[in-house]
Structures are given as C-alpha cells and as structure tokens.
T-cell receptor, first 116, second 115 residues
Framework: EPEVTQTPSHQVTQMGQEVILRCVPI?????FYWYRQILGQKVEFLVS????????KSEIFDDQFSVERPDGSNFTLKIRSTKLEDSAMYFC??????????????FGEGSRLTVL | AQSVAQPEDQVNVAEGNPLTVKCTYS??????LFWYVQYPNRGLQFLLK??????LVKGSYGFEAEFNKSQTSFHLKKPSALVSDSALYFC?????????????FGKGTTLSVSS
C-alpha cells in the first residue's frame, strides 16, 4: 500500500542552525501538508501546499519556515534558524483531493526534531 | 474560526465494554468533521468522517460516530472495546482560511482499554 515517507526519523540540532525535513508524499496526491506535535499531544497545523504554492498557513508558520517541492516528488520543510521551542515531531501528510472532497489525509510516521 | 474541543484528556474502559470519546465543535455553516487515531510512535490514521447525510457514521476498526447538530457534538463510539484500541484519538474539523482549507485537530484524548 502506498505510504508517505519522511526523513530523517530523528534529527538533533543546535539552536540557530538550519534544518530541512524531507517528505515523499504518495505519488498521485496533489495536496501536501505539514503538521507538528509537541510532547505527543496537540497536533498543530503549519501549512498546506497545492499547485506549487502555499494555499494556507497558520500563525506558527512564520518567516523562519519555508516549504518547497523541488523535484516533483519530495516535499520539504525548512526551518532557517531553529529555536528550542521548535523541538517537536513534524508530520507530513498528503491527500489526492481537496479537503472538502475527502478530508482524509495520509500521514507519514514523522520526523522528531530536537533542538539543543 | 472553526474549532473542535475534546473535554477529556483520558478515557479508561474495560475490554468488552462500550466506549465513547467526546468531541464538540464550533463552526459557521455546515461542519465537516473527522476522527483520527494515533498509535504510539506512529502517524495519524483516518478513522471516519461526517460530511452530510446520516448522523451515524461508520468507520474503520468497528468505530462509529454520531453527529448531533443540536448538541454540536460528534462523539466517537464503539460497542465493545479491545485492548488494541488503546491509542490517542483526535477529533478534527475543516477550517476555511482566506486562501485555502486545513484540517484542524482537537487536543486529543488518550483511550486506555484494560484487559
């Protein structure tokens, strides 16, 4: 069964460093998302992406964050200058149709980011 | 803005007993509601959704949810709990932003099923 894959599974970085989290969505999906989960609890929306541009973003997704689909298969989240509070599990998700047509997102297993 | 609330941090039930995980919503217009489950160290998995139609929605693993417009609730239910149902459950709603839509999750409820 097709699945969303994420790398790395765990990354440890120093505060102020840049981090890139990578995702390979399911191949025929058109909509892509990043979420984060802090302390195994609340799942927070960061950004949605469609047709090579951001379609929606939350207040969390400030100027230090960016997303890119560089080669038609990967979908990346870049954090330019990490802060301690960026430590979280970051989940990538994809869906074949827009939210109102399905609402079913397919999630990867996450990338754990630890900022020291 | 659309939102959902899960009033319980944890629900404990014995195996074989019915379970209910509560969710209330606040939306303008017609609600699009969902339940997702997260097993330890895994991503979220879709369980079921309510878009329109029957108020009782059936989903994966024997779960169902009842949409109640007058009580603005969308509680997740299962007639007979299994130990393997122990997980973190999230209620979610579609949020319509200026430029697009996003799925917004509640804070989650930990379900613990004891044998």
């Amino acid at each position: 069964e097709p699945e969303v894959t994420q790398t790395p599974s765990h990354q440890v970085t120093q505060m102020g460093q840049e981090v890139i989290l990578r995702c390979v969505p399911i191949s025929n999906h058109l909509y892509f998302y990043w979420y984060r989960q802090i302390l195994g609890q609340k799942v927070e929306f960061l950004v949605s992406f469609y047709n090579n541009e951001i379609s929606e973003k939350s207040e969390i997704f400030d100027d230090q964050f960016s997303v890119e689909r560089p080669d038609g298969s990967n979908f990346t989240l870049k954090i330019r200058s990490t802060k301690l509070e960026d430590s979280a599990m970051y989940f990538c998700a994809s869906s074949p149709l827009g939210m109102r047509n399905t609402g079913e997102l397919f999630f990867g297993e996450g990338s754990r980011l630890t900022v020291l | 803005a659309q939102s959902v609330a899960q009033p319980e941090d944890q629900v404990n039930v014995a195996e074989g007993n019915p379970l209910t995980v509560k969710c209330t919503y606040s939306v303008s217009g017609n609600p699009y509601l969902f339940w997702y489950v997260q097993y330890p160290n895994r991503g979220l998995q879709f369980l079921l959704k309510y878009i329109t139609g029957d108020n009782l929605v059936k989903g994966s693993y024997g779960f169902e949810a009842e949409f109640n417009k007058s009580q603005t609730s969308f509680h997740l239910k299962k007639p007979s709990a299994l130990v393997s149902d122990s997980a973190l459950y999230f209620c979610a709603v579609i949020h319509e932003g200026q430029a697009g839509t996003a799925l917004i999750f509640g804070k989650g409820t930990t379900l613990s099923v004891s044998s």
